[in-house]
């Protein structure tokens, strides 16, 4: 069992930047992640870590398109603690951004489904005006 807990959302102008955390209590997974939700639309996923590839021994990290070269997903398995710094913002960045825990990150299509990972945060709010 883990209980995730984010916090570091606000409101920015288009163009700011954020640094959400999220606390993780219980059990750390080598498989985390931030995922958004937009009035109106279905969750998505923004960015995940997996914790010490296997095959590199660093941390393997996945972003969606549309946050690449944007946003950065960060780990700090010590003090079970992951990171997404986001810059330059815009209004479409605007939801309610969502930690998650235990998910299929090496895999390259369901790492990005929801119903995939097994615990949740309650969200913090982005609001990113134009």
């Known amino acids: 069992q883990v209980r995730l807990r984010e916090s570091g959302g606000g409101s920015v102008q288009t163009g700011g930047s954020l640094r959400l955390s999220c606390a993780a209590s219980?059990?750390?997974?080598?498989?985390m992640g931030w995922f958004r939700q937009a009035p109106g639309k279905g969750r998505e996923g923004v960015a995940t870590?997996?914790?010490?590839?296997?095959?590199?021994?660093?941390?393997?990290?996945s972003y969606a398109d549309s946050v690449m070269g944007r946003f950065t997903i960060s780990q700090d398995s010590a003090n079970n603690m992951i990171y997404l710094q986001m810059n330059s913002l815009t209004p479409e960045d605007t939801a309610m951004y969502y930690c998650?825990?235990?998910?299929?990150?090496?895999?390259?299509?369901?790492?990005?489904?929801?119903?995939?990972?097994?615990?949740w945060g309650q969200g913090t709010q982005v609001t990113v005006s134009s």
């Open positions: 870590v997996y914790t010490g590839s296997l095959y590199t021994g660093s941390d393997f990290t």
């Open positions: 219980g059990r750390w997974y080598s498989c």
């Open positions: 998650a825990a235990n998910g299929p990150c090496t895999d390259p299509t369901e790492r990005w489904f929801p119903l995939k990972y097994d615990y």
